[in-house]
Nanobody, 124 residues
Framework: VQLQACGGGLVQAGGSLRLSCAAS????????VGWFRQAPGKEREFVAA????????YYADSVKGRFAISRDNAKNMVYLQMNGLKPEDTAVYYC??????????????????WGQGTQVTVSS
């Protein structure tokens, strides 16, 4: 599975952005997909996941209620709608995929497939 993320940019605090991730390969439907982020000087952290079953999502506490992950299996696309952005959301965001993971599993196990990052910068 190959992944390519886009949609990052510069936004003011309180604003919104939508990240997109295009996936290639025939096994997309069996992949749990997720978003991670890495801020300068910090370790990469889990943000959100959408299970391959199509019915389960999981979010980091820091983004719960503000971010929403979705997927379109017909288009092999994953999205991350980010609302109420805060300066602490500034990071490089990565999409990732893992076959048959649970949504919660994406938060504790490193997925095997990664896209390149897209920069999100939130100004105060």
């Amino acid at each position: 599975v190959q992944l390519q993320a886009c949609g990052g940019g510069l936004v003011q605090a309180g604003g919104s952005l939508r990240l997109s991730c295009a996936a290639s390969g025939r096994t997309f439907r069996s992949q749990t997909v997720g978003w991670f982020r890495q801020a300068p000087g910090k370790e990469r952290e889990f943000v959100a996941a959408f299970a391959w079953t199509g019915s389960s999502t999981y979010y980091a506490d820091s983004v719960k209620g503000r971010f929403a992950i979705s997927r379109d299996n017909a288009k092999n696309m994953v999205y991350l709608q980010m609302n109420g952005l805060k300066p602490e959301d500034t990071a490089v965001y990565y999409c990732a995929a893992a076959p048959y993971f649970t949504a919660q599993g994406m938060g504790v196990n490193s997925p095997p497939y990664w896209g390149q990052g897209t920069q999100v910068t939130v100004s105060s």
